[in-house]
T-cell receptor
Framework: DAKTTQPNSMESNEEEPVHLPCNHSTISGTDYIHWYRQLPSQGPEYVIHGLTSNVNNRMASLAIAEDRKSSTLILHRATLRDAAVYYCILTRSGSARQLTFGSGTQLTVLP | DSGVTQTPKHLITATGQRVTLRCSPRSGDLSVYWYQQSLDQGLQFLIQYYNGEERAKGNILERFSAQQFPDLHSELNLSSLELGDSALYFC??????????????FGEGSWLTVV
C-alpha cells in the first residue's frame, strides 16, 4: 500500500474547526483514502473515506486535492470528545482489505 | 458500539503459557481481522479470515495462530507467551473483502498482560 504522512500532533480549541492534513504523494488511481480515529483505550473507529470527490458525513468532511496527493480531514466544531489519534490510510481497490496503520496525528482539544 | 465483541477484555498470564482470544464479528460480516497494538509498535495487522478461510497474513508470529469457525466467530491463539507479547489485541470485521469502499469495524480489544 502507498504510504501516508501526517503530523505527529496538533492542537485545537474546543468548538473551533480542525483541519488534519495527510500527504500521500504516491497514491495510485484506485487507492481509496480512509480516515479512522482511536480514542484512548478504545478500538479504532471509522470516520470517513473517499476516492476523488470531497465527502461529508455526520462526523466530518474529507477534502481531497485535485491531484489526490493530499487530503484534509475537517472536524467542523471540535469537542473534547474528539481528542484522539487520527489515522489517514490508503487502501487499494481489489486487494485484501486489511488496513495498514501509520503513527497518525494525536489531536489535543483544549477547553 | 461497533457490534464486534471481544472476550476476555483483560487477561493476565505467565510467560510460557497459552491463551485464546475470542471475537464475534458484526452480524453478517464475513471478514475478520486481528491486530496487535503495543506501545512501541503501534497497530500491527496480524491476520485476516474471510468466510472461514485465511485471506491475508501480516506480522503474525509462528507462536500465534488463528481460525474462523463456521458461525464466523474467530479465535486467536497465543502460545509460549513472552513478556513482549503484552499488548492490546483488536479484532475487526467487515462485510466483504473485495471492495475498498467497505468500512472495517473494530472491537474494544483484549488487554493481554504477560508477567
Amino acid at each position: 500500500d502507498a504510504k501516508t504522512t501526517q503530523p505527529n500532533s496538533m492542537e485545537s480549541n474546543e468548538e473551533e474547526p480542525v483541519h488534519l492534513p495527510c500527504n500521500h504523494s504516491t497514491i495510485s488511481g484506485t487507492d481509496y483514502i480512509h480516515w479512522y480515529r482511536q480514542l484512548p483505550s478504545q478500538g479504532p473507529e471509522y470516520v470517513i473515506h473517499g476516492l476523488t470527490s470531497n465527502v461529508n458525513n455526520r462526523m466530518a468532511s474529507l477534502a481531497i486535492a485535485e491531484d489526490r496527493k493530499s487530503s484534509t480531514l475537517i472536524l467542523h466544531r471540535a469537542t473534547l470528545r474528539d481528542a484522539a489519534v487520527y489515522y489517514c490510510i490508503l487502501t487499494r481497490s481489489g486487494s485484501a482489505r486489511q488496513l495498514t496503520f501509520g503513527s497518525g496525528t494525536q489531536l489535543t482539544v483544549l477547553p | 458500539d461497533s457490534g464486534v465483541t471481544q472476550t476476555p477484555k483483560h487477561l493476565i498470564t505467565a510467560t510460557g503459557q497459552r491463551v485464546t482470544l475470542r471475537c464475534s464479528p458484526r452480524s453478517g460480516d464475513l471478514s475478520v481481522y486481528w491486530y496487535q497494538q503495543s506501545l512501541d509498535q503501534g497497530l500491527q495487522f496480524l491476520i485476516q479470515y474471510y468466510n472461514g478461510e485465511e485471506r491475508a497474513k501480516g506480522n503474525i508470529l509462528e507462536r500465534f495462530s488463528a481460525q474462523q469457525f463456521p458461525d464466523l466467530h474467530s479465535e486467536l491463539n497465543l502460545s509460549s507467551l513472552e513478556l513482549g507479547d503484552s499488548a492490546l489485541y483488536f479484532c475487526a470485521s467487515s462485510p466483504q473483502t473485495a471492495s475498498s469502499g467497505n468500512t472495517i469495524y473494530f472491537g474494544e480489544g483484549s488487554w493481554l498482560t504477560v508477567v
